[in-house]
């Protein structure tokens, strides 16, 4: 296996930069609009091109699929300018600074376009590898959306690499700066998307140690970030198979921050189902389904689901959703609420295929921040590639560190589940 010589975390006790920053990252549709008073966070375009910016010796994106350029959707839009910006400083970047760009993307297909990664490695700004899942696992794809930095700087969120996601759908992320010790981590999961892009090559048994990781559930790392807090991280991954000795599942790291929850969960994901729903025929898997129920009946935790309402909204949603609020009030303190988030349009924005949809994947609680890359069915969490990022409060002891991220995530959640655009889940 080809193995990248870098100095990657081996325990927390590993020396990190004095302080991390990370920021929320959004992009707001154009026309959804919010008072004057709500915080917007920086946009997922400026994020990305601050980034290239930035880079002196490497990128490394894991992408589903690739539609920067107009001509790879609607030829002509207006929208699309931002990504038509992203895709020529990452050609610059590439040809004229000599970045080094490496390029681990789902195979292409039809429906999932890579004219953009077969350009930039026709012009010799980018390596590029794709990954077969199906190949690989009977199924699924590599749905991870992720940037690293001279493994210093990187961004995880829901983007995917797609001018639709700059202006056209509603996506956020987290962007990290100057925190080697955390970019390290993340790039061994590029590293393993990488070997696995390689021609007739089978997943390990075992992952070469290298690659391995002890941050993780029990054992994660303790950073200073914004220079004002204590925060304690780790970085899941799915499906298993992709995951080194060390690296928990991103399944796991879902239901371990629902089972800490003491007072509230706030959700907000395009697809919710207890199922598997890729499959020849639906399974049902309830892994998160059981969790949020047990969480709001045994431990009395508020549960909000904000779950996306689009031109593609499977029928079926609405029942499972149905029978998740229907055991709100069955005993007291019990309280679960589903809202729908509708994106609006006009005519012209209606017609521009796959857009206009919140595409969020993340989750807010009283104690942490969960911010993902993966819709919530089983089939993302069994055999289909993605990351989640976790953070809290430091549990060290003496240190009552509060949580600025958490905080801001949940102001997000907040924001959205009282907008105009916010509607109750009804027959």
Known sequence: ?????????????????????????????EGLTYPNSTVIHPSTHDVWFGLIKLAQHSIEIGSFYWTLRSADVTPGDPSSQKGEEIFQALLTSGMEKKVNIRIAQNFPSQSQSALDTEILAKKGAAEVRSVNFPKLMGGGVLHTKLWIVDEQHF?????????????????????????SCLASDLAKIFEVYWFLGNTDVPIPAKWPDSLSTHF???TPVTLTVNSSSKADVYIASSPAPLCPSGRSTDIDAILDVISKAEHFIYIAVMDYFPLQIYTPKPRYWPKIDDALRAAAVDRHVQVH???????????????????????????????VEVKWFKVPSTPEQAKIPFARVNHNKYMVTDNAAYIGTSNWSGDYFTDTAGVGIVVRASQSKNDTSSNPLR????????????SSYASPLVE
């Not at 996306?308 to 609020?325: D, I």
């Not at 905080?407 to 009282?418: A, I, M, P, T």
């Open 216 to 218: 993780n559930i029990e």
């Open 407 to 418: 905080d801001h995530l949940q102001q997000v959640f907040e924001r959205d589940w009282n």
């Open 155 to 179: 961004y995880v969120g829901s983007a995917n690499m797609d001018w639709r996601s700059l202006t056209e759908v509603k996506e956020l992320g987290l962007a990290v700066y100057n925190c």
């Open 1 to 29: 296996m080809e193995q990248k010589e870098v100095d990657y975390a081996k325990s927390s006790s590993i020396s990190c930069p004095q302080t991390c920053r990370f920021s929320l990252v959004e992009s707001i549709p």
């Open 305 to 335: 689901l904000l779950i996306s309402n689009w031109n593609h909204t499977r029928k079926a949603t609405h029942y499972f959703l149905r029978s998740l609020v229907d055991i709100s009030g069955s005993y007291r303190g019990v309280v």
